[in-house]
């Protein structure tokens, strides 16, 4: 081959791949994109964790989390906060939709973030704990915790180049801004009208991650939303507070009416089932043992009235405990009341717990002292017709089956009626009719 056509395959070669290797390296990597919404629990620990995971198996650029949260446990802050500041793919919080907030535990996600944004009519701020315990705050703790919270705040912020004296001031003087004062203030980054202004905005943007600073190329990106699975999303209903309280009811009901009426079935297999599903959840919210120890204590004290001749006080005492017991059932002061059960809920459950485990004691209380209606025990006092004479002995027809009688009081005449007054094996005794009026 000479060497004009060979130059001129190397000179094509080199053209197309000049033309080519700019639009392969056009497409984009994808984003990510997980929405949190409600308060900051366990389970968000999980669905955050889960996310940064897979957004870091999927190689996508960046991950998204849209924010809307009123706040949340502490420690479980904590835990999406670290796993933010060690992700290895740059983690973009974008307070949204419309009207959303990122308050108490919310300010420390947002500002942990890689990227901060938010989006018009959204706020940012109030991070002052709350008091712990009950029956007034101790000074000492309080100072304590809220200088733990202040620091935490202002190194999270130092460490991603943010307002720290805000920050500061958002623990302590629970100072609250919107979102164009958050930009002023730089406590977040930039304002998005929506996800793709905001992808938009941020292209180009270096950011530092624990692997070194990455360059975003996230306009025009693919968006490859992460879906909740049903399991995180059933863990998520029913760890709500008043869900898993109900829940706990009915499996307590349930078990008690199968333990009143063995055989029953649906009772036991239903309380069964909303106990198991109660105590699942209750290993994500924050439980008060003694609370729920009250409502056991209640139900008990109710138990007792049925058999305990109290004039009610056992029944009072049995619904005021419950009543305590409910509100003391999830202790998380720090969520200002996010993680607690509502009167809404507390009143009817401990009023119709109360109501039917009367009504179904004092049901299974009279059954238990009520006259046999069959069986040998059943057989005294009912009216048998004599079938022989009874001289004394012969036989009667008592319930349409014939047995050997023993008459008392003198001989019985064929078809003379007859009361029985006694079982002896198979053997009747009994007296006329007559003599027993």
Not at 156 to 182: D, F, H, L, P, Q
Request: proline fraction near 5%; glycine fraction near 10%; aromatic fraction near 6%.
């Amino acid at each position: 081959m000479s060497r004009a056509p060979l130059a001129t395959l190397l000179f094509l070669t080199a053209f197309l791949v000049v033309r080519i290797a700019p639009a392969v390296g056009a497409a984009p990597a994808p984003v990510a994109v997980i929405e949190m919404e409600g308060a900051i629990t366990p389970v968000t620990v999980r669905l955050v964790s889960a996310a940064v995971d897979r957004a870091q198996a999927e190689r996508a650029q960046a991950l998204v989390i849209q924010l809307d949260t009123p706040g949340g446990l502490e420690r479980s802050m904590r835990s999406i906060v670290q796993a933010i500041l060690n992700s290895e793919v740059p983690v973009i919080v974008y307070v949204a939709p419309t009207g959303g907030r990122a308050a108490s535990a919310g300010v420390f996600i947002t500002m942990a973030a890689h990227v901060a944004a938010m989006a018009p009519a959204t706020n940012i701020g109030a991070a002052h704990p709350v008091s712990v315990g009950g029956g007034g705050p101790d000074k000492e703790m309080m100072k304590k915790i809220e200088n733990d919270a202040a620091a935490f705040a202002r190194t999270i912020a130092t460490e991603r180049g943010r307002n720290a004296e805000w920050a500061e001031k958002a623990v302590r003087s629970s100072v609250s801004v919107t979102e164009r004062e958050a930009v002023k203030l730089k406590i977040v980054d930039l304002v998005a009208d929506n996800l793709p202004d905001l992808l938009a905005k941020i292209d180009g943007r270096t950011v530092k991650t624990v692997k070194g600073t990455v360059t975003l190329q996230t306009k025009d990106a693919p968006i490859k939303k992460i879906e909740v699975k049903f399991r995180d999303r059933f863990l998520a209903l029913i760890s709500d507070p008043n869900i898993a309280y109900i829940l706990m009811m009915i499996g307590m009901l349930g078990i008690f009416f199968e333990l009143s009426n063995p055989g029953v079935i649906l009772p036991g297999v239903l309380g069964g089932i909303s106990l198991i599903l109660a105590f699942f959840a209750f290993q994500s919210l924050p439980i008060n043992w003694a609370g729920l120890l009250l409502i056991l204590f209640g139900v008990a004290l109710l138990i007792a009235e049925i058999k305990v001749v109290s004039h009610g006080v056992l029944t009072i005492g049995g619904v005021v405990a419950m009543l305590l017991g409910s509100m003391m059932l999830f202790d998380a002061p720090e969520t200002g009341g996010l993680l607690r059960v509502s009167w809404f809920v507390i009143v009817p459950a401990v009023a119709s717990t109360a109501g039917l485990v009367i009504v179904g004691l004092s049901f299974g209380m009279r059954a238990l002292y009520r006259k046999p209606t069959t069986g040998v025990s059943g057989m005294v006092g009912e009216i048998a017709v004599a079938r022989t004479p009874l001289a004394p002995e012969g036989q009667v027809l008592v319930q349409g089956e014939l047995w050997r009688a023993i008459a008392q009081n003198g001989p019985v005449a064929v078809g003379e009626k007859v009361e029985v007054v006694g079982v002896n094996g198979l053997t009747l005794t009994v007296v006329k009719a007559a003599d027993r009026r």
